[in-house]
């Protein structure tokens, strides 16, 4: 009995303490003017809940408040807003004190001078030197040969094998960036370069905790590594005295380039640069893959679109930039793929100032979730919206569409767009022209918070005739 009765007593104690944390965090941030919504525990806020109901967490508490309300998730007090015309505003005005809101373990890692990192006209001027390197004329001129040359390597000697396609796209777009910064010495430095650059990935998404064998430690010394690697190049390139064309030797010739960086920015525009284009490009190009298996329709379009550029060519030509352009099939299943598996579910931002927004009153310092994944799916404008559908983006107008969130927007809306889309373009091409495949089965994908597969994707490719 006296057993039961302390057990009674400290579930009841546990109970109330509960209640009385729960109150106290939402007491705390009952700020007059602040959006409705819940702040769950103190500390750690919503982000279990966040993290385990994943979109359905979103749509219930839109359920409940509406398109725009406070949660506590990541750390930090925050605002999620899943309203199309609000989310287009705050992209639009960073300089109304709108700007990146990405965890600290991010910039620790990638760099203070990490373009997400930067604002006005430090972001301005690291941004022009970045779209300077991967513009449409670098693309046509310098980048699509070295990304064609790096697609028949890596995509030779499939045949008969089974391949874990995440993995794959995974070392595939992280090497193809690599060559297009540091061609003449890519292939030497790749093999040590690559285990550390996956330990900085996972580190950016690891909770700032520096202790020994945290993934964000680890992360940390990644970065050193990189950095030890890096500087090591730029030093044997000044030794040397040759000119490359690449983007490292772009971004060293200080007599042609008027974007003059120092050796620290240029060291954190190549993290940048790797590190934007690796998530986004491998998981495009692996869901790209999944869709076109469970499509044969789709895929079947889309070999027809790259058999008749090779049609033209002989085998070992590469593609060209008008193969490119005319690929207009392939461009809309890879938006199609974007849009269906939802690869950016959104993006984060921070309030440097006090700011009325949507009739309420957000605090300086508090994070807004841009949550975008919704519009992806809205029938109004996706007709079947659920349908693998790439023939809904011949009409080239769902592109130019205000609500399309895929590459961001405003300021801030992805630079690498066709850089990346060349990259998975030209990928598909060598896959579709040269392999048929099948899926192993048995594994499992997951879509949120990221889209990835954690214990792989396996097809079991043939060569194609
Ligand atoms: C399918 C491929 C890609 C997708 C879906 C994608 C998506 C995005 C999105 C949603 C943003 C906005 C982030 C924000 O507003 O906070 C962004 C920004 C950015 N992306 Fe991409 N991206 C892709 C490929 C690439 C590639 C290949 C590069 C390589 C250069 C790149 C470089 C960047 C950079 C540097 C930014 C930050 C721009 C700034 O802050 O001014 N992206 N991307």
Request: with cysteine; proline share 5%.
């Amino acid at each position: 009995m006296a057993i039961f009765m302390v057990v009674v007593g400290f579930v009841l104690m546990l109970c109330t303490s509960c209640t009385a944390l729960l109150r106290w965090n939402e007491v705390r941030y009952r700020k007059k003017g602040l959006p409705p919504g819940t702040m769950g525990w103190p500390i750690i806020g919503e982000t279990t809940e966040f993290l385990k109901q994943g979109p359905n967490f979103m749509k219930n508490q839109r359920a409940r408040y509406g398109n725009f309300f406070k949660t506590h998730f990541l750390g930090c007090p925050a605002i999620i807003s899943m309203d199309p015309e609000m989310n287009r505003y705050i992209l639009m005005n960073e300089a109304k004190g709108l700007v990146p809101g990405y965890p600290q373990s991010m910039s620790d890692i990638l760099g203070k001078c990490n373009i997400a990192a930067v604002h006005g006209t430090s972001h301005k001027h690291m941004r022009g030197a970045l779209l300077a390197l991967i513009s449409p004329t670098m693309i046509r001129d310098q980048l699509l040969p070295k990304i064609d040359a790096f697609m028949r390597t890596h995509l030779s000697d499939w045949d008969n094998k089974i391949i874990n396609i995440q993995d794959k796209t995974k070392e595939m777009a992280l090497l193809s960036s690599l060559k297009q910064i540091a061609t003449k010495e890519s292939g030497l430095i790749s093999q040590s370069f690559m285990p550390e650059f996956f330990k900085l990935v996972s580190g950016t998404l690891a909770l700032p905790i520096d202790l020994p064998g945290t993934k964000y430690r680890q992360g940390l010394q990644a970065r050193k590594n990189i950095l030890r690697m890096l500087r090591k190049l730029l030093e044997d390139r000044r030794a040397s005295e040759e000119t490359q064309l690449d983007m490292l030797g772009c971004l060293m010739n200080k007599d042609e380039n008027k974007y003059k960086l120092t050796d620290d920015e240029i060291i954190d525009q190549i993290i940048t640069i790797l590190y934007s284009g690796y998530e986004t490009v491998s998981t495009t190009s692996m869901m790209a893959v999944k869709y076109l298996h469970d499509h044969p329709k789709v895929l079947e379009e889309l070999r027809k679109e790259h058999l008749a550029i090779r049609e033209k060519r002989r085998p070992e030509d590469p593609i060209e930039w008008n193969d490119l352009k005319s690929m207009r099939f392939t461009r809309a299943v890879i938006f199609e793929t974007s849009r269906l598996a939802t690869i950016v579910n959104g993006v984060l931002r921070k309030t440097t100032k006090e700011m009325e927004l949507n009739g309420f009153v957000i605090p300086e310092g508090w994070r807004i979730y841009v949550y975008t994944r919704e519009i992806n799916y809205d029938p109004y404008i996706y007709p079947d919206p659920l349908a693998f559908n790439p023939w809904r983006w011949l009409d080239k107008s769902l592109e130019n569409q205000n609500y399309l969130f895929i590459f961001g927007g405003g300021t801030r809306q992805c630079p690498g767009k066709e850089l990346g889309i060349a990259e998975i373009s030209t990928f598909l091409h060598y896959f579709v022209t040269r392999y048929r495949w099948e899926e192993v089965g048995g594994d499992k994908l997951m879509k949120f918070p990221r889209v990835e597969a954690p214990n792989g994707l396996h097809i079991r490719v043939s060569a194609a005739n």
